[in-house]
C-alpha cells in the first residue's frame, strides 16, 4: 500500500470522527426534553451574559437550516444561518460559551487548566512506558519463571484496579510525606526557577506514579509478547552467537519489534489514561481539566462539561492520527 | 501454535480451560462474587438500604463485633452494604453485555459476511466509537440524560460493543470462506440462516471469551460513574460508596474500613473476570494474537494484550 494514501485515508477518518463527535456534541445539549436552551443558558447567569450568550449561538433561530430566512431572502446562503452552522463557526474560533457558576469564557478556565494535565499524562506515561517496558523485557527473558508470572500477576492486577480507589490507597498511604492538593504550593515564593520545577514535580509525583501503576500493566504485556516473539526467531541466537550480552540483544533487537505495537496501545488507551486522569485529579484535587469536569458535573455546569469533553475527545484523535503517522513512518511494510 | 478446530466440545473446553491455572484462578473468583450476589443478602446481617436510629457513636465505627466491617457516616453497617453491592455491580455488567453482544455480533457478523461497502463503513463507524475516550463521554450523556441505573447500562452497553464487533468480523470473515459454508450458499440456504445456523455455533467460544472481558469493562464503568457522583441515587453500589466515603471525610477520619472492602470487592470481580477473559481468550483465539493484517494494526496489538503465556512450543489440547 502506498504512504501517502495510507495516510490521506488516516486523516480523513480523524475528520470524519471528528465531525462526528462536533455534531454529538451539538444534538445531546440541544434535542432533549425539557428546554434545549438551559443547557447553554442559565438563570444563573447575569441577564446581560444571557442575552449576550443568546446573541452568539443565535438561539432564537432555527436548530438545522434556516429555510424560512433562504425562502426569504432567495438565498441558498441565509439557510446556513441556523444554530447547528453558527455553533460550527463558533467553534472554529475557539468560542465555546460561558460557564453557569464562573462567569467566565469555557475557552479562559480550560486553558488555566490545561498545563497541570498534560504534564500529569506525560509524567505518568512515561513512568508507566519505562517501567513497562523493563518488567515487559525482564518477563520475556525469564519467561516461565517466578518473575514472570509474578510480573504478569501485578500488571494485570494493577489493570483491573478501579482508578479512584487505588487514587485514595496511595492518598491515604502517602499522607504528610509528599504535598496534597494544587498544582504548586500557593502562595509560596520561589528563588529560582529550579526550585519551582521542584515544588511541581512534588505535586505531580502521586498523581502520576497512580496514572502509571494504571497503565504499565498493558505496556508490560505488550512488550513481553513481542519480545517472546522475538526471542524465537533465529537472528536472535546469531546475535547470541557473536557474544553480544543479553541486555545488547534484548534491547536492539526486542525492544524494537514492541515499538510499533507500544505505539499503538499508547495512542488507543489514551482515552482510557484520560478516564483514569478525572479521577485521579479529583481525588488529588490537582487543578486540571479532569477536576474541572468532576466540578462541572457537580454544578450542573454543561458548557464546560462539553468543552472539557469536545478538547479530550480532539486529542485522543490526534494522537491516535499521529500513532498512524509513526506507524507509516516506521513500519517497513508500508512502501513508499 | 497449532490453528484450533471450532467447536470445541463442551467437556474439552473445562478440561482446556482447567489445565491453565489462571483460568482457574479466575473462574473461581467470578463464581465466589455471584454466589455473594445470589445467597449473600439472604446472610447479611443488616439491611443498607433500611435507615437506622443510631447515635453519634455509632458513626463511623471500626471493625468489631456488631459491625464486622465497622459503620459508614450514618452509622450503617459497611459489611452489608458490600454483599448487597455485589448485586449491582454483576446486574449492570451482565446487561450491559447483553446489548454488547446483540450488538457487537449481529454488526460484526453482517460487516464480516457481507464484506464490501458495507463492511467498511461499518467498520468506519465502530473505529470512530472506539477512538472516542469512552470514560468522558458516558459522563456527558449521563449527566444530560439523568442517572439512573437503566441509562447507565443502556450507555455503557451502546458504546463497549466495538471490541465485540471488531472480534466477531474478524472470526466471520476467517470462516465465511470455508467448504461448509460454501456448499450451505450454494444449495439456498438464505444468508440469515447461514449466519445463525452455520457461522455463530463456531465462533461461540471466541464471543464468549471477548464478553468475559466486556463484563469487566462495564463493570469498572459503574463504579467509575458512580465514584464521580453520577450514579443511581437509589441504588447502593461499591463506586457510590467510596464516593460517599470520599466526600464525607473518611479519608481524614481514617475510616479504611468505609473505602478498603468495597473497592476489593471490585477489584475482585473486575481481576476474576479479566483471568477468566484472558485464559479463554488464550484458548480459543490464538490466531487473532498471529496474524499481521497490515490494515487492522490496531486490531493486532489489542489483540496481543491477551497474555499468551506461551508463544513459541507446543500446547493447546
New interface residues.
Given amino acids: 500500500?502506498n504512504r501517502i494514501d495510507f495516510l490521506i485515508r488516516k486523516l480523513s477518518?480523524s475528520l470524519?470522527?471528528l465531525l462526528?463527535?462536533v455534531i454529538f456534541?451539538f444534538f445531546?445539549?440541544r434535542i432533549?426534553p425539557g428546554d434545549p436552551v438551559q443547557?447553554i443558558v442559565s438563570p444563573r447567569m447575569r441577564p446581560e451574559t444571557r442575552e449576550r450568550i443568546r446573541q452568539i449561538f443565535g438561539l432564537d433561530k432555527p436548530i438545522w437550516l434556516n429555510t424560512a430566512s433562504a425562502r426569504a431572502s432567495g438565498e441558498v446562503q441565509a439557510a446556513f444561518d441556523s444554530q447547528l452552522f453558527i455553533y460550527l463557526k463558533n467553534l472554529s474560533h475557539g468560542e465555546l460559551g460561558e460557564s453557569f457558576n464562573q462567569h467566565k469564557p469555557v475557552v479562559e478556565l480550560i486553558r488555566a487548566r490545561l498545563i497541570p494535565t498534560v504534564i500529569l499524562i506525560v509524567a505518568g506515561q512515561l513512568t508507566g512506558i519505562v517501567f513497562g517496558s523493563l518488567l515487559g523485557l525482564l518477563g520475556a527473558w525469564k519467561?516461565?519463571s517466578a518473575i514472570d508470572t509474578l510480573t504478569?500477576a501485578a500488571g494485570?492486577?494493577a489493570?483491573?484496579?478501579?482508578?479512584?480507589?487505588l487514587g485514595?490507597?496511595l492518598?491515604?498511604l502517602a499522607r504528610g510525606k509528599l504535598p496534597m492538593g494544587g498544582f504548586e504550593t500557593s502562595g509560596a515564593i520561589f528563588r529560582s526557577e529550579w526550585e519551582r520545577i521542584i515544588d511541581v514535580a512534588r505535586h505531580v509525583a502521586l498523581p502520576a506514579f497512580t496514572l502509571a501503576v494504571l497503565l504499565f500493566g498493558?505496556y508490560m504485556?505488550?512488550v513481553r509478547?513481542?519480545t517472546?516473539?522475538v526471542?524465537?526467531e533465529d537472528y536472535i541466537l546469531t546475535a547470541k552467537a557473536k557474544g553480544l550480552s543479553a541486555f545488547r540483544v534484548l534491547i536492539s533487537h526486542a525492544l524494537k519489534n514492541a515499538a510499533?505495537?507500544l505505539v499503538?496501545?499508547i495512542a488507543?488507551d489514551?482515552?482510557?489514561a484520560?478516564?483514569g486522569t478525572?479521577?485521579i485529579e479529583?481525588?488529588f484535587s490537582y487543578p486540571g481539566v479532569g477536576s474541572l469536569?468532576?466540578e462541572a458535573?457537580?454544578q450542573?455546569d454543561?458548557p464546560v462539561?462539553?468543552g472539557?469533553?469536545m478538547l479530550?475527545?480532539v486529542g485522543?484523535?490526534g494522537a491516535?492520527f499521529l500513532a498512524d503517522l509513526t506507524?507509516a513512518l516506521l513500519?517497513p511494510?508500508?512502501k513508499t | 501454535m497449532p490453528d484450533q478446530t471450532f467447536p470445541l466440545r463442551k467437556s474439552q473446553l473445562w478440561r482446556t480451560l482447567f489445565r491453565s491455572k489462571m483460568g482457574i484462578l479466575g473462574f473461581t473468583m467470578l463464581a465466589g462474587m455471584i454466589l455473594v450476589a445470589l445467597f449473600g443478602p439472604l446472610f447479611a446481617p443488616y439491611d443498607p438500604y433500611e435507615i437506622p436510629k443510631v447515635t453519634l457513636g455509632d458513626i463511623y465505627q471500626g471493625p468489631n463485633i456488631r459491625h464486622w466491617l465497622g459503620t459508614d457516616d450514618t452509622g450503617k453497617d459497611v459489611f452489608s452494604a458490600v454483599i448487597y453491592g455485589a448485586r449491582v455491580s454483576l446486574l449492570v455488567g451482565f446487561a450491559a453485555s447483553i446489548i454488547i453482544v446483540l450488538l457487537g455480533a449481529t454488526i460484526g457478523m453482517i460487516a464480516g459476511y457481507s464484506g464490501g461497502s458495507v463492511d467498511v463503513v461499518l467498520m468506519?463507524i465502530t473505529?470512530?466509537i472506539?477512538?472516542?475516550?469512552?470514560?468522558?463521554?458516558m459522563?456527558?450523556?449521563i449527566?444530560?440524560?439523568g442517572r439512573g441505573l437503566t441509562n447507565i447500562i443502556l450507555v455503557i452497553g451502546l458504546l463497549y460493543w466495538t471490541y465485540m464487533a471488531r472480534v466477531v468480523r474478524s472470526q466471520v470473515i476467517s470462516i465465511k470462506e470455508r467448504p461448509f459454508i460454501l456448499r450451505a450458499h450454494a444449495i439456498g440456504v438464505s444468508p440469515f440462516r447461514i449466519a445463525t445456523y452455520h457461522i455463530l455455533p463456531q465462533i461461540l467460544p471466541v464471543l464468549f471469551a471477548e464478553v468475559v472481558l466486556d463484563v469487566?469493562y462495564a463493570i469498572?464503568s459503574e463504579?467509575?460513574l458512580s465514584?464521580?457522583?453520577?450514579g443511581d441515587p437509589t441504588i447502593i453500589s461499591w463506586?457510590s460508596m467510596?464516593n460517599r466515603?470520599?466526600l464525607r471525610g473518611a479519608?481524614t477520619k481514617?475510616a479504611?474500613w468505609y473505602?478498603?472492602p468495597?473497592?476489593l470487592a471490585?477489584?475482585w470481580v473486575?481481576?476474576g473476570?479479566?483471568?477468566l477473559g484472558?485464559a479463554l481468550q488464550e484458548i480459543f483465539n490464538p490466531r487473532l494474537?498471529t496474524h499481521h493484517l497490515?490494515?487492522e494494526?490496531?486490531m493486532?496489538?489489542?489483540a496481543?494484550?491477551a497474555?499468551?503465556?506461551?508463544?513459541?512450543t507446543e500446547k493447546v489440547v
Fill in positions: 500500500m477518518f470524519l470522527t462526528a463527535v456534541n445531546l445539549f432533549l443547557m519467561r516461565k504478569l494485570l492486577t489493570w483491573s484496579l478501579p482508578a479512584f480507589w485514595i490507597l492518598l491515604i498493558a504485556i505488550i509478547n513481542s517472546m516473539e526471542l524465537a510499533l505495537p499503538t496501545i488507543l489514551l482515552g482510557y484520560l478516564g478525572i479521577q479529583t481525588i469536569m468532576y458535573i457537580g450542573r454543561y462539561l462539553q472539557v469533553f479530550l475527545a485522543v484523535i491516535n506507524y513500519d511494510r508500508v | 468506519r473505529d470512530a472506539l477512538v472516542i475516550p469512552s470514560l468522558p463521554l459522563l456527558v450523556i449527566a444530560v440524560a469487566s469498572l463504579a467509575s465514584f464521580l457522583g453520577l463506586g467510596i466515603a470520599f479519608v481514617g479504611w473505602i478498603v468495597p473497592g471490585l477489584a473486575t481481576l473476570l479479566t483471568f484472558n494474537r497490515f490494515d494494526h490496531k493486532v496489538a489489542r496481543r494484550l497474555v499468551n503465556v506461551d508463544v513459541s
